[in-house]
């Protein structure tokens, strides 16, 4: 087989259609819209339902047809099975179109490669709510506070007096520390 491109370097390029013709991609008005919504825990249902209804109206609007999946659990967490679902559908080539309120939303830790996957079927990635650029130290408080919170829920159970007291410990020393450490326009921390 011929290849379809040679670059200046000597490297072979082929087409994936020409490669494995029964793999086509169908344009995105034949595949589905799909927008996902997720909570950490079941006691956040007012905000699942409030994330469903902003995801119905956006998309209602935009006049596309659409399905909404919801999943709780922990953004840390991979094993949701409506996560798993639209992954799978991703792959399969039969969505078109992810609707997302806030990335992370999605997942707390690996949206990007999920991002990645669908570049490469193509899928487009429609965010509502981008929010407000948060700062390097912003993302990492909130990462650090996911983690602890997942894990602590995992050692005490998620109902734990131990676990709502350390979670709120660490919550405080997180926004303490964020607090007493400023940024230069150097980029290296100044205490307060």
Known sequence: MLPDERTEGGQRRYKLSSIRPQITHHSTTERKTIAY???????????????????????SFQGWKFEVLSDWGSGINYNK????????????????????????RLLRFGAELIFSIDEA???????INRGEDSTFE???????????????????????????KLINGMRQAVEDATKCVGWTDEGSPTKY
């Open 37 to 59: 919504a997720r909570v950490s825990s079941h006691d956040q249902k007012a905000d699942l339902e409030r994330q469903k209804q902003v995801l119905e109206r956006y998309c």
């Open 81 to 104: 099975n409506n996560l798993k679902s639209l992954i799978q559908s991703i792959i399969d080539d039969e969505v078109g179109r992810l609707v997302l309120t806030p990335k992370d």
């Open 121 to 127: 079927k193509p899928v487009e990635v429609v965010i």
């Open 138 to 164: 912003e993302d990492l408080a909130k990462d650090v506070l996911e983690i602890i919170t997942v894990f602590s829920a995992r050692l005490y159970g998620s109902q734990s007096r131990n676990n709502q």
